[in-house]
């Protein structure tokens, strides 16, 4: 099994000033193409601290992919680092110089003499196209080890990678095998809840393995199986997914790629229902969540932010009575919310969430992440007390994921 | 001059299935402070890998800050990698415990086995609150070295490096020069714009520094300036943002943190306004934008999501015959859709919004991206068009943020 290390070069880098997405990019394939990286690293601009990170990289892994440092100017020390870290000088190539300067009086621009330094690479190296910009990458057959270094600008990098860094790898390293990934998607259950029910699955080194990644409300179990064939990893994923399923079904909304809304939107489209929805803590979150998938007007009637008493009476039916008695966050009124919503919106079923997203509002009862979810059928009203925790923003986020959630599962 | 490195820790960085945000948010904090960034690293979820990778750092640098690995789960080995690297043992921290057991039982749930790893620190470590979280972070004195280490969720990483560990490494490392920093808020302006009116305000290694950031639909213009104190580098700011408001006043919404959202309410309250919404395209994100400020029940009224054309009608009072003649993407809808939120509602003032999100739905005439505002109040009603770009997230995002943006400058 090859292994690889990543180095991004750039002292912007280090100073905050640009999210570094090359790592994740170049990362990404590397793990398409069978290799495993086992450390990332970013330096500076500076021709000692790049070398001596190479150097290091050198003695734990087999192949060095980085990026950033080949542009024309004095702080672009990469090709230098190279040379250094291998004992290798620095060759001019002739061929490249040439192509510079065509290039250059092609576009009626002076080339500097700096650009000519865009045309120097360790010896032994060879050069790897680059067909969005002035500097080529090169690689570095040392034997059993390699070094990849492809220009910084991502829209540079990213072709070189795909067309001839992969390819590059590919074939040094053998590799035969192929990637295949499946993410199931959940909803309405914690990460350490998944966690306990599934984590003898996930043993070390096992194939297909299982990652777990929590989002806000959501997570996500990824298979990743590795095979001699496409099919042959899917037939891996399509063994291991049963197991999975068995201790999660309820809660797995999606092994697509969709997201809940757009799960929730093919739901109701096979069922033919149409959908709408009364909120109050969420103020329009559930609503506007509905409608990011695209379509959803085959679906979603509109709904009703119902904030202030006066809307939920007046736009939604709910008797003024029932606030007094119960108070607007109650099982009564978001029964009476949901109720309302289909009834003015004429829509087959509807959703309801009255709440405290906090951080004020919380009384020793009724505390902060208090929220009520109705849910009106023809067949009736069902309305789900739930506790969430977290700030405000999390309460509201959570509170219309469950709110899908129940939709969805009322019509998958 | 105290030196740092940056650990990040998480198998899903190697995998490159997720794009690594903390590191130059640590950066840029750090270099903020005065503390040079010398490396970046990112490793796995493996002990022995994390603690070879903290045990190189600590012969390099000063201070390393780390981020990842303190969830609950049995991949999350931070904890056991910074006593295996320092050869400490782990303490169970009681009060944590406590405070673990005290708020699964607030939130009504049950408190996993595992969970109670998160009580355990590297003995001597000070434990750093995570309000955001179940995670507490924690800082480790060497006393020459500092090893600090943060929970890998954006979120909850963000408050605990602003304020606990850049105070702490300040007062450690003794550092003079204190950094103050205000970030003037825009809307309704492009970055290239911002850029063109105030570009010659920022030239290199000037104090105070000029630096823009754009967010979707949002461009912060960010000054900082470096002083022997808080109030001296203030007072440069001071003197600064006059210079910078000349260009771009009409787009600052806020220079103290509030989001626009904020702004608009405050100035909601100021006025003693209150606000109603009625949103076709956008589906209840305004609501959901204008809801995400705390205490917003005090000026928002409600609205109606119009999202089929009979709740335009029936809900909003919208005459059939204008959707026939101009089609429910409008700029006579969407006048009749805010002039119907501020009658049923009994607001002050209402904001509609009516367009084409896309993917679907655009014509020749009305193209993907076309968005009709409307603003009503007592003395008639408004309405601005607008032609975005971008796709149906941005759409709708930028014509939510369009929206607040009228409301805002009606009000301030």
Redesign the interface.
């Known amino acids: 099994m090859a292994t690889a290390e990543i180095i991004t070069i750039g002292t912007e880098?280090?100073?905050?000033?640009?999210?570094?997405?090359n790592?994740?990019?170049?990362?990404?394939?590397?793990?398409d193409a069978g290799i495993d990286?086992?450390?990332?690293?970013?330096?500076?601009d500076?021709a000692d601290?790049i070398a001596q990170?190479l150097r290091?990289a050198l003695e734990r892994a087999d192949a060095i992919v980085c990026a950033g440092g080949l542009g024309p100017t004095v702080d672009d020390l990469t090709r230098e680092a190279v040379a250094a870290a291998t004992n290798l000088p620095l060759d001019l190539d002739q061929g490249v110089l040439d192509d510079l300067r065509a290039w250059f009086a092609s576009v009626g621009r002076r080339m500097s003499p700096n650009n000519a330094r865009q045309a120097m690479f360790p010896r032994g190296s060879t050069i790897l196209e680059n067909p969005k910009g002035t500097a080529p990458g090169f690689s570095l057959d040392l034997g059993d080890k390699i070094i990849v270094v492809m220009p910084g600008p991502p829209r540079e990098m990213q072709p070189m990678l795909r067309d001839h860094v992969i390819p590059l790898l590919t074939s040094k390293f053998e590799l035969q095998s192929v990637i295949a990934t499946r993410v199931l998607r959940t909803a309405g259950i914690?990460?350490?809840?998944v966690?306990?029910r599934i984590?003898d699955l996930f043993r070390a080194g096992v194939n297909p393995s299982v990652?777990?990644?929590?989002h806000?409300g959501e997570v996500d179990v990824?298979l990743t199986a590795k095979a001699k064939s496409r099919e042959a990893a899917y037939a891996l994923i399509d063994q291991l997914e049963p197991e999975i399923r068995k201790h999660l079904d309820d809660h797995i909304f999606s092994s697509n790629g969709a997201s809940l809304a757009e799960a929730l939107g093919s739901s109701l489209r096979g069922r033919r229902w149409s959908i709408a929805?009364a909120?109050s803590?969420?103020?329009?979150?559930?609503?506007?969540m509905?409608?990011?998938a695209?379509?959803?007007?085959d679906y979603?009637?509109?709904?009703?932010?119902?904030?202030?008493d006066?809307?939920k009476i007046?736009?939604l039916g709910v008797t003024p009575s029932l606030i007094e008695q119960h108070g607007a966050v109650s099982e009564e009124v978001a029964a009476a919310m949901a109720v309302g919503a289909k009834e003015?919106?004429?829509s087959t079923v509807a959703l309801s969430i009255t709440g405290i997203?906090?951080?004020?509002g919380g009384t020793k009862e009724k505390?902060v992440?208090l929220i009520y979810i109705g849910f009106a059928t023809d067949a009736g009203v069902e309305v789900k007390r739930l506790?969430?925790?977290?700030?405000?923003?999390?309460v509201?986020h959570r509170a219309a994921i469950n709110a899908l959630m129940i939709g969805w599962r009322a019509a998958k």
Request: aromatic share 4%; hydrophobic share 45%; charged share 20%.
């Open positions: 880098l280090l100073l905050g000033q640009l999210v570094d997405t790592t994740a990019a170049i990362a990404s394939a590397l793990a990286v086992y450390r990332e690293t970013s330096v500076g500076n601290r990170a290091e914690s990460e350490s809840e966690d306990a984590n990652a777990v990644l929590a806000l990824k929805v909120e803590c969420t103020g329009g979150l559930l609503g506007a509905i409608t990011s695209a379509g959803s007007s979603f009637r509109g709904g009703v932010i119902a904030y202030a006066e809307a007046k736009l003015s919106l004429h997203a906090g951080p004020g505390l992440g506790q969430m925790v977290g700030d405000r923003e999390a509201r």
